[in-house]
């Protein structure tokens, strides 16, 4: 294999590819390792990254797993995954990526449902985890019923800054997603835990599932908090950007934020160096156009900070959709692999 060219390489890993896959695409998946599984599914989802696989021909290989139990394929799956959605969000690709996902991990929550079983596996905890994670966030009701119920239930508690039944391990889970299919009143009701709470373990959680709102006013209240000396401690001044940030919703709030408080955010960050990339690096994360590049370049200041953060958060520009193909069409990829996946509202 040593003295193959590049493109040889490329080549014999794409029929290794090709023949693995079709063993997956069958009852007979278990006889790869799980995980050779894992490395199958994060290679073929790192082609068509690259442009060298159609999406469409990767993404049909994710169909296996349904059948899939273990952690690990699930989690290169998942990861992958979450690129694309970051990379299409708010196109008209967003929500069908988006019933797609849910169809794929809603199998996987009903049959484990949320709290972990008595006697279960690190890795079977691990695996409860993320399937919950995102079946809540791709709007699986089931999962959402379970956490609004969980929260609900908290809110109930005479002692609510004393007493919390939801597990630990689902804090985070069950915290934003009330939030996100709630209103004022679970908003209000982690404000006041927050005010109270005296864990910065718990505050940091506090905090990030506030933003999970969709109110743009409670975004925006929440960021002018970041920098407002007195209002939550500074080292939860990032976390608090950052929640906002990651959020489809929050996304272009925290971005606009950003250029209208650029003095008063380097006021806030007095002396530390990191603080200022540290937001531009999440922003960047989620961003795949030189326009979205010249959106945060326009600002004095931050000339000398944004291109470091954009090397490290930005993805290449990824080719316009011609199709109801999702999520993205690419250069073809192997000649003999045709099929192709089409998801619908």
Same mark, same amino acid.
């Given at each position: ?75 290169? !799956? @998942?990861? &992958? ?6 990379? +299409? =969000?708010?196109? *008209? #690709?967003?929500?069908? %990526? /988006? ?121 925006? !209240? @929440?960021? &002018? ?6 209002? +939550? =401690?500074?080292? *939860? #001044?990032?976390?608090? %950007? /950052? ?103």
């Amino acid at each position: 294999m040593a003295s193959l060219s590049p493109e040889q390489m490329w080549l014999v890993r794409m029929v290794k590819l090709g023949f693995e896959s079709s063993i997956l695409d069958s009852p007979s998946f278990y006889k790869i390792h799980f995980i050779n599984r894992a490395h199958l599914l994060d290679d073929v989802l790192d082609f068509a990254r690259a442009g060298q696989l159609d999406y469409p021909v990767a993404l049909d290989l994710t169909n296996y797993l349904y059948r899939e139990d273990h952690y690990l394929p699930w989690k290169a !799956a @998942l990861s &992958n995954l979450g690129y694309i959605s970051r990379m +299409i =969000r708010s196109t *008209d #690709s967003g929500d069908k %990526f /988006k019933n797609f996902l849910r169809r794929l991990v809603s199998p996987q929550f009903d049959k484990l449902g949320m709290e972990s079983q008595k006697g279960e596996t690190l890795l079977e905890t691990l695996q409860r985890r993320q399937i919950s994670r995102w079946a809540c966030s791709a709007g699986h009701g089931p999962c959402i019923k379970e956490a609004v119920d969980k929260f609900g239930s908290w809110m109930a508690e005479g002692d609510p800054d004393k007493d919390n039944p939801i597990p630990g391990d689902l804090r985070s889970l069950v915290y934003c997603t009330a939030v996100e299919n709630g209103g004022e009143v679970e908003w209000r009701f982690l404000r006041d835990r927050y005010e109270h709470a005296n864990f910065s373990g718990e505050t940091s959680r506090l905090l990030s599932a506030m933003a999970c709102s969709r109110d743009a006013s409670k975004l925006n !209240a @929440l960021l &002018n908090w970041s920098i407002q000396r007195g209002s +939550i =401690r500074k080292e *939860d #001044s990032t976390v608090l %950007f /950052k929640a906002v940030a990651r959020r489809e919703e929050g996304h272009d709030i925290a971005k606009a934020f950003l250029k209208e408080k650029t003095q008063d955010i380097f006021i806030y960050a007095g002396s530390d160096p990191f603080h200022v990339p540290k937001l531009l690096e999440v922003l960047a994360s989620r961003m795949n156009t030189p326009t979205h590049l010249k959106e945060v370049q326009v600002k004095e200041g931050f000339g000398n900070q944004i291109n470091p953060c954009w090397d490290r958060g930005m993805n290449p520009e990824l080719p316009s959709q011609k199709s109801d193909a999702l999520p993205l069409d690419h250069p073809p990829g192997h000649p003999h692999w045709s099929i192709s996946i089409r998801l619908t509202s």
